[in-house]
């Protein structure tokens, strides 16, 4: 094995993956370089914008503050893993339907942490989704729109 | 790649990550949950030759009850899972709440307790709180262990009383038994950021409502968490009312000693902290009551 690389096994969306990887790359470069997952994003890359948010064996978690040697063994959800092959999920919809994205940078980490939330509260108050998102930046919506679709989110489905 | 190259060591065990220290002192760093290491590696500011990753350590992510009625927490839990943790919420509430105002719910799920502590940042809830509490940190080395009091060991800005061959592996938290309430306040920007300037205010009274007992713990305002005696001291023997408050904000105010900087200045700080600490002992006396 080469210095300061590393082999990684991981499950990324159901799919499993091994990898070698130099240790010092985190685990969002190594989703959007090593795996092609460009739907993670990076704004800031120190732990502020939480567009980079992806699930680590269910909890929310910031992919730019862990090494992608630190996810070995883990299961990884993407904002990839939400879809099916035909259908956005009900919270990708009640995005779509409420508006709750303009430029769509922030989109992702957005659906990941709101994922996680509502897995814990599925049916939130406005008061509990704002705290919720408090560690994801938007610029674009003024959040009004946003908030509204993930407390809205699980209307339909009971 | 956006962190300098470094060895990656990945200990089993603690004995493991006290060898891997003795050997690597100075070049090593400890990587715990990474909320604060890895934007310093992702910026380049920490550039270290080592990175010792204790993640992968099993028995020090735990949180007991122990025969006295203390809390004992392992260095490595998680910090929302002592957010949540039924027993914290019973015995420490005060421990929860603070926790709620740690950073965002994604850096809680990563960030550890000891991680926190060990990192001293002035403007961290927990570290705060233990100088309240009057916590003990134990500390070991390949050779020794000591237990130290958590007031020795803030010496400064990011800088503890750690050394390069120690690991911080348990935090000992007295609960709040006795009648003692608490308050916590903090200012920031936006709910999760930075504290501006925070306060854990802890109080005792008598059924007369007279104070037998009060700390006051300050952070986000000086090179370190700092307790404000002169203010405790005023609040002893005395009623809570609204001249022992005034005097209470005054003192905090008066000791306060912050840095300006992009967020607030110093006199803003030292203002806010007064008035933080008055709210803070008030809602201790109305409604925080421990345990």
Redesign the interface.
């Known amino acids: 094995m080469t210095e300061?690389m590393?082999n990684v096994k991981l499950t990324v969306n159901g799919h499993e993956y091994e990898s070698n990887v130099?240790?010092?790359?985190?685990l969002a470069?190594f989703l959007r370089e090593n795996l092609q997952l460009t739907g993670t994003h990076l704004g800031c890359?120190?732990?502020v914008c939480?567009a980079c948010?992806i699930l680590?064996n269910g909890?929310?978690?910031?992919s730019?503050?862990?090494?992608a040697?630190?996810a070995d063994g883990s299961a990884v959800t993407t904002v990839e893993g939400l879809a099916d092959e035909t259908d956005l999920h009900p919270l990708q919809r009640s995005f779509q339907e409420n508006h709750a994205l303009q430029c769509g940078f922030c989109t992702p980490g957005m659906l990941m942490?709101a994922y996680?939330?509502l897995q814990e509260t599925p049916h939130p108050t406005e008061e509990e989704t704002k705290?919720?998102i408090?560690?994801?930046i938007c610029r674009c919506t003024g959040y009004a729109p946003i908030i509204q679709a993930i407390v809205r989110a699980n209307d339909k489905s009971d | 790649?956006?962190?300098?190259?470094?060895?990656?060591l990945v200990p089993d065990d603690v004995e493991g990550a006290l060898d891997l220290l003795r050997t690597h002192s100075d070049d090593a760093k400890v990587l715990a949950g990474?909320?604060s290491l890895?934007?310093l590696?992702?910026?380049r500011l920490a550039r270290p030759k080592v990175?010792v990753?204790i993640?992968r350590i099993s028995g020090l992510d735990y949180i007991s009850e122990t025969n006295d009625g203390n809390i004992s927490i392992g260095a490595l839990t998680r910090q929302?899972l002592i957010e949540k943790s039924t027993l914290v919420k019973d015995n420490l509430p005060v421990l929860s709440t603070a926790l709620g105002s740690v950073?965002?719910?994604?850096?809680r799920?990563?960030g550890t307790i000891g991680g926190s502590i060990s990192h001293a940042d002035p403007a961290a809830e927990i570290s705060a709180l233990c100088l309240a509490l009057e916590a003990e940190f134990v500390l070991k080395s390949h050779s020794s262990e000591r237990i130290m009091n958590s007031e020795s060991f803030f010496l400064g800005q990011l800088t503890t009383a750690l050394e390069p061959e120690e690991l911080l592996t348990e935090i000992r938290l007295p609960s709040l038994s006795d009648g003692w309430r608490w308050g916590f306040q903090e200012v920031c920007r936006?709910?999760?950021d930075f504290a501006l300037v925070g306060c854990v205010a802890l109080i005792r009274l008598d059924d007369s409502g007279m104070c037998l007992d009060a700390r006051i713990s300050m952070f986000g305002a000086g090179e370190t968490p700092v307790r404000m005696r002169e203010a405790e001291t005023r609040m002893f023997g005395s009623p809570v009312d609204s001249s022992a408050l005034d005097d209470v904000a005054r003192l905090v105010s008066e000791k306060l000693d912050p840095v300006s900087d992009i967020h607030a200045s110093a006199a803003y700080r030292k203002q806010v902290g007064g008035a933080i600490a008055r709210r803070s002992l008030e809602a201790a006396t109305n409604q925080g009551k421990g345990a």
């Open positions: 300061g590393r130099e240790v010092r790359k985190t470069d890359e120190h732990g939480g948010t680590l909890d929310s978690i910031r730019c503050l862990l090494l040697v630190q942490t996680a939330f705290d919720a408090s560690g994801n | 790649m956006k962190p300098a190259k470094f060895e990656y990474g909320q890895m934007p590696l992702n910026m990175l990753d993640n929302r950073g965002h719910v994604q850096i799920n990563r936006r709910r999760g």
